[in-house]
């Protein structure tokens, strides 16, 4: 068998090409895609908690910081339900209006992220809660470090309990 003459099945087509096809006569208006599914995101949102990292080795965070990431969610009485974790090394086109646009971002919470890197037209301290545009912003250092701190800790807490009414 030659490599030009490979036939495909119309049902391999079919799993090959599964969400880019698209049936023509279907009478049904065709949906507008998840305008969330442009992210690649961690948790499903339901609070619209969105919490930015900055990771290079895997596609949101390794073990050990998602999991000290859970216990700070679950301090604040939140879960993975609640939130969506976005890593900006994998999402290059994350930016402050697609975070209030396309992710309806109430509370973001930035860690190792700058204002900058998402296009935020406001510079802020870490650690200071900052409102802006009808949403609350946090910038903290990078989850590595925070667990590693006890003050870097205490300065996180103080701002969650007051982002979260805690």
């Given at each position: 068998?030659?490599?030009?003459?490979?036939?495909?099945?119309?049902?391999?087509?079919?799993?090959?090409?599964k969400?880019?096809?698209?049936?023509?006569?279907?009478?049904?208006?065709?949906?507008?895609?998840?305008?969330?599914?442009?992210?690649?995101?961690?948790?499903?949102?339901?609070?619209?908690?969105?919490?930015?990292?900055a990771?290079?080795e895997?596609?949101?965070?390794?073990?050990?910081?998602?999991?000290?990431?859970?216990?700070?969610?679950?301090?604040?009485?939140?879960?993975?339900?609640?939130?969506?974790?976005?890593?900006?090394?994998?999402?290059?086109?994350?930016?402050?209006?697609?975070?209030?646009?396309?992710?309806?971002g109430?509370?973001?919470i930035?860690?190792?992220?700058?204002?900058?890197?998402?296009?935020?037209?406001?510079?802020?301290?870490?650690?200071?809660?900052?409102?802006?545009?009808?949403?609350?912003y946090?910038?903290?250092?990078?989850?590595?470090?925070?667990?590693?701190?006890?003050?870097?800790?205490?300065?996180?807490?103080?701002?969650?309990?007051?982002?979260?009414?805690?």
């Open positions: 068998m030659n490599i030009d003459n490979i036939q495909l099945t119309p049902f391999l087509i079919q799993e090959l090409f969400n880019s096809l698209v049936e023509s006569d279907s009478p049904e208006p065709v949906k507008k895609r998840d305008a969330a599914a442009s992210f690649a995101i961690l948790g499903h949102n339901r609070k619209k908690i969105i919490i930015l990292v990771n290079d895997t596609l949101y965070l390794p073990d050990e910081q998602l999991n000290f990431l859970l216990g700070i969610l679950s301090a604040c009485s939140l879960t993975m339900e609640d939130v969506a974790i976005i890593n900006t090394r994998k999402n290059k086109n994350i930016t402050y209006k697609a975070i209030e646009q396309e992710l309806k109430e509370k973001v930035l860690f190792g992220v700058t204002p900058a890197q998402i296009n935020l037209p406001i510079e802020f301290p870490q650690y200071q809660v900052q409102a802006f545009n009808s949403q609350t946090l910038t903290a250092a990078m989850l590595s470090e925070i667990q590693e701190n006890k003050a870097e800790k205490a300065k996180l807490w103080n701002c969650l309990k007051q982002i979260f009414s805690i």
